[in-house]
């Protein structure tokens, strides 16, 4: 079963126009990362092909290890659904063409009739080409509430 977020908050392939100039690397992936939110709650495959690189592939929380057309195609068929998709906490390792970005997502989601809402802490991982960022990887790991 596909667990929970085909998410892999990702990178856009550009930085956030008027975003760049003066900009932190956190405030550009800030923004790339709550556009990919959008993009996933809106099952936006033009925006989705922008973000993510054609080799991209992510690490569900549930393991499953998935390729793009797999991620996002069980999003563009309906079987994954985000209602709300909230990022925080985002922290930038940048070194040359290659960016680490590690946050926070909270989810209002179902994936077929399975309620896979949660907290979800990710690592993303993008690479610059062509002067445009682009996720090449994702991995995300579901956060245990024991008080619950």
């Known amino acids: ?3 929970s977020f085909t998410l892999a908050v990702a990178g856009h392939t550009a930085e956030p ?15 790339i990362e709550t556009d ?7 099952a936006d495959k033009t925006e989705l092909d922008r973000i993510e690189a054609p080799e991209y592939t992510v690490v ?8 793009k057309t797999q991620a996002d195609g069980e999003l ?6 985000f209602d709300v998709l909230e990022i925080s906490d985002v ?3 940048r070194s040359c063409n290659l ?8 989810s209002r989601e179902r994936y077929k009739n399975q309620d896979n809402s ?7 991982t993008f690479e610059k080409r062509g002067g445009k960022w682009l996720a090449i990887h994702a991995q995300l790991t579901r956060v245990a509430h024991p008080d619950r």
């Open 118 to 124: 949660g907290d979800y802490e990710f690592i993303d």
């Open 60 to 67: 569900t929380a549930s393991g499953a290890v998935l390729a």
């Open 17 to 31: 126009s008027g975003r760049t100039v003066g900009g932190t690397a956190t405030q550009i992936f800030e923004r």
């Open 99 to 106: 960016a680490v970005v590690t946050g926070h997502a909270r």
């Open 1 to 3: 079963a596909l667990a």
């Open 91 to 93: 922290a930038v390792h």
């Open 76 to 81: 563009l068929n309906g079987n994954q659904h």
């Open 36 to 42: 990919w939110a959008k993009a996933l709650m809106k």
